[in-house]
Structure formats: C-alpha cells, structure tokens
C-alpha cells in the first residue's frame, strides 16, 4: 500500500472526521446521494454507512453504467450474436439480463459471445479475424466514452463495428431532483467520470438547484471527508461545487478525452433501464463515422422490451429510493448466482455490492 493510499485508509484520522460528521449532523433527516458504482462498494465494504449518525443517510443513484443499459441495447446485441455477428464486450455484461435472454444465454445457444477487456482489444480481435463481423457493445460513462472515440477516430477495421451505449451522469442527477418524493440533500459526485467532465458541468446543482455538491475520491476518507464537506454547506444554509478529490479532479477536467467525445459522437436523449428517457444524456456516433455503427450496419429490429422481471425493484434501488433489502426478491429468487435483474450483476450494481459485501463494518472495527 502507497504511502498517498495508506493516508486515506488511516482509523486514526478516520476516527477524527467521523467526530466533526456526528458534531455537525443535524436533528433532522439529510439525504446525500452518491452516483457511482465504486463509491457504493467503499461505502459498504467499509460499513461507512455503520459510522454516521442516523440522521445522515447515504444512498445510492444511478451510478452502474451496466445497470442502466436498457433492455432493448442488450436485446440487439443478443439478436447480433444469433445471427452470426460476433459480440464483443465487458464480462459483466454478458450476464445482464435482455427482455428475454441475456448475451450468456445467446452464447449458450450458439452465438458467439466474447469478453474483452476494453475497446483495443475489440480491434485487435477484428484485425486478427478479418473473415468474420464483429461488434463491440460499447457500455459506460464519459470515463470510458473517449477510449471508444479514440478507436473510432483512428480508422478501426471495416468488420468491426459499435453499438454505442455510453451513458451522460450530470443529466440523470438532473432527473432526480426532479422525482417530486425522493429526498436528496447533496450530491456526491463521481470521482471517475469528473477526472474527464473536470468540475464545471456540475456547476448547475448548487447554482440553479441549491443543491450542495462534493466531487469526493474512492478511499473510505475521501467518502467521509465529502460527508463532511456537504453537512458543512447544510449547516451554513448555502449550496457549493467543492472538490474534495484535488489530486485528480481540476475545474477544466481532462480536455483531451472530452474533444475526443465531441469529435466522434453527438448527444441525443437516451433510455435508461427503468428509469425512461433523459434528455441529452446519451452518445450517438457522428454521421460521418456512420459506417462503424451497428444499428445502421445491421439495420437491428427488436420487438418490445421487458426493462424488469416480474418482482425486480431495480428501478428503485438505483434511484436510492429503496435499498435492496427491500426489493423482495433480493438473496431470494435473486442472486448474484442467478441475478433476476440487472443490478445484482455487474461488480458496480448496488444489490451485487450489497450481497457480497455487506454491512462488514471493517474500518468500524479499527475505531
């Protein structure tokens, strides 16, 4: 462990901020809500959520780029790999659930599925095979968009092709404060995504909306230290953009990987797994790279899509509105084993976080 790393993992001052969080907690009720996938796995391996007072409650939006892709993306890619194309794309998404079928479930039925571990290794599978098609699911947030646009831009081979379904994260925390019965009184926002976006698109939550925001790291520190910051702008009454995580995240973010975005895609509204469609929160390749997009390639149909099984409160969980627990088939009829929806699959959903981990209470356990 590096000396930086071991700094934010130290119970010692981990103790101390815990004090100024239960110090400055209020008597009422707050609600800060974080939109990230390794955020939540912090929060609960750690048991952080253990450590805070009652009246400060954590709960997790929709920060899981896998949990989000709609049914009907994973419906394409699944009627690709059974007509011959060869799907390429992350391990944890072969498992996601379609309106019928999962990626896993095509490969079982003939289809060629594989995993890969990023976009060059799609192109290097392609170059490799030049007799067969392939098409490489494109899942995730701006932090993996500009390595797709970086392929694209550089003339990827003409049998490999994308279904582009990489996710915007300002627009979806924009919806949620527009849920009229979900309290949400900060933001904590994603570390991963902000050392691309930098901190200005988050400009409009304290400026319009009131609403506090903390870009926060991923160490069980870095997430209490943006606890704390936030319970500091409850109590002055005023809503900031503030950075806790200084070593990584600036104000103009990475502008290198953001023209890359501009040049290879365009934002159009998109659809999110249960939780509809959000204005400007998607990617679409530009018209001129037209020849690398599957949908036009392939001309894909799929019919109407299931977004959750019967029972799956998955919408909910990602929201923050529910904890897993509380969805009625959580470590019942729904397991990491044999997840029912989509956010007990991938490493960064909420009821797989919370089935493998937990409430350990580790850093508890040190103070």
């Known amino acids: 462990m590096d000396g930086l790393t071991s700094r934010f993992r130290d119970p010692s001052l981990a103790k101390r901020v815990i004090e100024k969080i239960r110090k400055l907690a209020p008597p009422y009720t707050v609600r800060f809500c974080h939109v990230c996938g390794t955020h939540e796995y912090t929060i609960t391996h750690y048991g952080l959520r253990s450590l805070l007072p009652e009246t400060v409650d954590v709960i997790a939006g929709p920060g899981c780029p896998v949990c989000v892709t709609p049914a009907f993306e994973i419906d394409r890619a699944v009627s690709l790999a059974l007509k011959g194309v060869t799907v390429l794309t992350f391990g944890d998404v072969i498992r996601v659930p379609g309106s019928e079928i999962s990626l896993l479930d095509a490969r079982a039925r003939g289809g060629d599925v594989r995993v890969v571990y990023g976009v060059g290794d799609a192109v290097r599978i392609a170059r490799e095979e030049p007799d067969k098609e392939f098409v490489f699911l494109a899942i995730g947030f701006e932090t993996t968009a500009p390595s797709t646009a970086n392929e694209i831009l550089n003339g990827p081979p003409e049998n490999l092709s994308f279904l582009i379904v990489h996710r915007l994260i300002p627009p979806v925390m924009e919806l949620l404060l527009g849920i009229g019965d979900l309290q949400i009184d900060g933001f904590i926002a994603p570390g991963h995504v902000s050392t691309i976006i930098g901190m200005k698109p988050y400009r409009i939550f304290p400026e319009a909306y009131r609403m506090p925001t903390v870009i926060a790291g991923f160490e069980p520190l870095d997430v209490l230290f943006g606890i704390l910051m936030l319970l500091r702008q409850v109590r002055e009454e005023e809503a900031r953009l503030e950075n806790e995580y200084t070593r990584s995240v600036t104000w103009e973010g990475n502008v290198k990987a ?38 036009r390639k392939y001309d894909i149909t799929v019919g109407r899509s299931r977004e959750l099984m019967p029972g799956c409160l998955c919408h909910l969980v990602m929201i923050g509105k529910i904890k897993p627990p509380e969805c009625p088939l959580f470590m019942k009829a729904c397991t990491p084993q044999k997840p029912k929806g989509a956010c007990m699959v991938s490493v960064e959903g909420t009821c797989s976080i919370w089935a493998k981990h937990g409430v350990r209470g580790r850093l508890r356990a040190q103070l």
Request: proline share 3%; no cysteine.
């Open 258 to 295: 953001q023209r890359l975005i501009h040049e290879a895609f365009d934002v159009e509204s998109g659809y999110w797994r249960g939780l509809g469609r959000i204005p400007s929160s998607a990617l679409r390749l530009k018209d001129e790279f037209s020849e690398y997009d599957a949908k």
